[in-house]
């Protein structure tokens, strides 16, 4: 049976701020260099998407860190414990990436989309790998364009009704919950990394995979818009490997930018719009 989209549910780098997803990306690489462990940053973006103490225990596990890890250090890397320090060190380096605008920057066409998702509608929500602390900062430096207005549910990674992060779908059930959303058929996940199109695919959502200036992207560029204007096979290139990356995690939609979702949502919804407005001319 068709379904129509009443609620869309979010991510914050690289899918609505953060372009090339460079705010959690450059401290986890400060952090290990803290730790005299120093980490490539294609290393510190694997695991992209997780809750950032997660974050930080993939890395510890990418076979190569590991290996520099006992030699560095002349013992393997403890999870538990080695995983806690460097979350201890990395949160005020976090704190410190997203009190800077630079890296909270609004996407090209962001929040018109949004206000467009507003006039349709449509409920909007978020979740990230972002804990509270996290959030509530980029929301403090965002005051100037009221970011959170945009949004009618914001649930952080720490939230009490998360108990699984990323893949797992407890934070798009989060939001669903708050938003009144009761049938996933009818959410949209949207993200830039695979283990977000993972989470959203697990909650029983539609899933929409963004391209352009996602994790993937910004591990072979730091400026893909000047990559465009400067080298167009090169941008070509690049932005059919994203797609592809996207696509390996089997997402309803791939698109390039989030304003591409308003057609994505005008025809799932314009039968549901029909079919209304003729039941309410024939009564």
């Known amino acids: 049976m068709f379904r129509r989209i009443s609620t869309v549910i979010l991510d914050w780098s690289g899918t609505t701020i953060d372009a090339g997803v460079k705010a959690p990306a450059v401290p986890f690489v400060k952090v290990f260099k803290q730790h005299d462990v120093p980490i490539t940053m294609l290393e510190a973006r694997q695991p992209m998407g997780l809750p950032k103490d997660q974050h930080i225990r993939k890395i510890l596990q990418i076979p190569s860190v590991a290996q520099r890890w006992e030699q560095i250090k002349g013992r393997k890397?403890?999870?538990?414990?080695?995983?806690?320090?460097?979350?201890?060190?990395?949160?005020?380096?976090?704190?410190?990436?997203?009190?800077?605008?630079?890296?909270?920057?609004?996407?090209?066409?962001?929040?018109?989309?949004?206000?467009?998702?507003?006039?349709?509608?449509?409920?909007?929500?978020?979740?990230?790998?972002?804990?509270?602390?996290?959030?509530?900062?980029?929301?403090?430096?965002?005051?100037?364009i009221d970011l959170a207005s945009y949004f009618d549910a914001i649930i952080p990674a720490d939230h009490p009704s998360i108990k699984r992060g990323?893949?797992?779908?407890?934070?798009?059930?989060?939001?669903?919950?708050?938003?009144?959303?009761?049938?996933?058929?009818?959410?949209?996940?949207?993200?830039?990394?695979?283990?977000?199109?993972?989470?959203?695919?697990?909650?029983?959502?539609?899933?929409?995979?963004?391209?352009?200036?996602?994790?993937?992207?910004?591990?072979?560029?730091?400026?893909?818009?000047?990559?465009?204007?400067?080298?167009?096979?090169?941008?070509?290139?690049?932005?059919?490997a994203s797609r592809k990356h996207l696509s390996e995690a089997q997402p309803t939609f791939v698109r390039d930018t989030l304003d591409e979702v308003l057609p994505i949502i005008l025809q799932a919804n314009q039968p549901w719009y029909d079919r209304k407005d003729n039941t309410s001319a024939g009564r």
């Open 77 to 144: 890397p403890d999870l538990d414990k080695d995983g806690k320090a460097l979350f201890k060190d990395f949160l005020p380096l976090q704190l410190e990436t997203l009190a800077d605008k630079l890296y909270i920057k609004p996407l090209p066409k962001v929040l018109d989309t949004l206000k467009y998702l507003r006039m349709m509608g449509i409920k909007i929500g978020l979740t990230s790998g972002f804990n509270t602390e996290m959030t509530q900062t980029i929301l403090n430096n965002s005051k100037d």
């Open 166 to 240: 990323r893949p797992y779908p407890d934070a798009v059930w989060a939001n669903m919950i708050a938003l009144g959303c009761e049938d996933a058929r009818e959410c949209l996940k949207v993200d830039d990394t695979q283990m977000g199109i993972q989470e959203g695919r697990t909650a029983g959502v539609q899933t929409l995979g963004l391209a352009k200036y996602n994790n993937y992207i910004g591990t072979y560029t730091e400026d893909i818009d000047q990559l465009a204007r400067e080298n167009d096979r090169e941008y070509w290139k690049l932005m059919e």
